[in-house]
T-cell receptor, first 110, second 117 residues
């Protein structure tokens, strides 16, 4: 089955800095890669996604890149704000069932 | 915006007891899922359900677990004899099938925190 590795487990940045979270996957059949933001005690919410026929996607301060050859994809958050503090999960989907990474706890210090 | 609704938000149960977690998926969705998240860990897939039957299940989803769609709106997860290690947040999710194979459109419910004591 699919295996998704996510790094780092914790990321601490100053407000205004950029944050990068990286994931690798194992199954070359995976073709859809969503990112979820989960605030404490709340449900995961989709923030951005990328499909295997796209190399990069951007939505305001958030961007995702995908390298299919290397089987890795990354989340980039620019100009971080305290409200970006949350746990971020990547996922890889090839057969309608997401395999999630272990999560990255992002802390943005004011 | 349509939501996936889960009840109860928090359930405390004695070890060995049966629990039923309830979910009301978005009305036009046809694919339903249960996930589990142990405190501080990643979200883990349990089971998917389509056309009134289980389509996929993980190793976690053993004989203690069952799912049911008893009517046109509810989707339930039953744990027959709870163990301490079943304590987790359980998320229901549903998916819209009508936007093509490349659009997965998952919506998660707000979760039920199950505490087994």
């Amino acid at each position: 089955g699919e295996n998704v590795e996510q790094h780092p487990s914790t990321l601490s940045v100053q407000e205004g800095d950029s944050a990068v979270i990286k994931c690798t996957y194992s199954d070359s059949a995976s073709n859809y890669f969503p990112w979820y933001k989960q605030e404490l005690g709340k449900r995961p919410q989709l923030i951005i996604d990328i499909r295997s026929n796209v190399g990069e996607k951007k939505d305001q301060r958030i961007a995702v890149t995908l390298n299919k050859t290397a089987k890795h994809f990354s989340l980039h958050i620019t100009e971080t704000q305290p409200e970006d503090s949350a746990v971020y999960f990547c996922a890889a989907i090839g057969s309608y069932i997401p395999t999630f990474g272990r999560g990255t706890s992002l802390i943005v210090h004011p | 915006e349509p939501e996936v609704t889960q009840t109860p938000s928090h359930q405390v149960t004695q070890m060995g007891q049966e629990v039923i977690l309830r979910c009301v998926p978005i009305s036009n969705h046809l694919y339903f899922y249960w996930y589990r998240q142990i405190l501080g860990q990643k979200v883990e897939f349990l089971v998917s359900f389509y056309n009134n039957e289980i389509s996929e299940k993980s190793e976690i989803f053993d004989d203690q677990f069952s799912v049911e769609r008893p009517d046109g709106s509810n989707f339930t997860l039953k744990i027959r004899s709870t163990k301490l290690e079943d304590s987790a947040m359980y998320f229901c999710a549903s998916r819209d099938p009508g936007q093509g194979a490349m659009d997965y459109g998952y919506t998660f419910g707000s979760g039920t925190r199950l505490t087994v004591v």
